[in-house]
């Protein structure tokens, strides 16, 4: 009989401890998304919108371009999607791929204009 009651003590003991991490979960959770708000809004906050019409400079990366070859094109912003990316256009055409705003840097010039860009899909 004294084993039937630690088998019990240890059973409530485990649903103790189960209850504990799930709890400590929970925390984890909520600290993680309370922490992905905030380097959100730094984010926001060191990388102003860009609006339509901007020339803004992308990085190549490594991998797609030789030494020789530019680091970076010139590109202009063509619309911003309600996700908060971008569609941008160069003097070749419109890029397929879509663009966060920490992902290029905006221009104090105006190099292309949105006349310069045609109608066609590219790849960076």
Avoid: W
Avoid at 7 to 16: A, D, P, S
């Amino acid at each position: 009989m004294e084993n039937e009651g630690n088998t019990e003590e240890e059973l409530c003991q485990l649903c103790i401890n189960k209850e504990n991490f799930s709890n400590k979960r929970e925390e984890a959770k909520e600290c993680l998304e309370r922490q992905a708000k905030r380097m959100k809004l730094q984010s926001d906050m060191s990388h102003p919108p860009a609006l339509q019409g901007c020339n803004v400079r992308v990085k190549i990366p490594n991998v797609d371009r030789s030494k020789c070859n530019p680091q970076s094109i010139i590109a202009i912003v063509l619309e911003k999607t309600t996700d908060e990316f971008y569609r941008l256009g160069t003097k070749y055409g419109i890029l397929k791929q879509l663009y966060a705003r920490s992902q290029f840097s905006l221009c104090t010039e105006k190099f292309i204009t949105l006349r310069d860009v045609p109608d066609v899909d590219i790849c960076l």
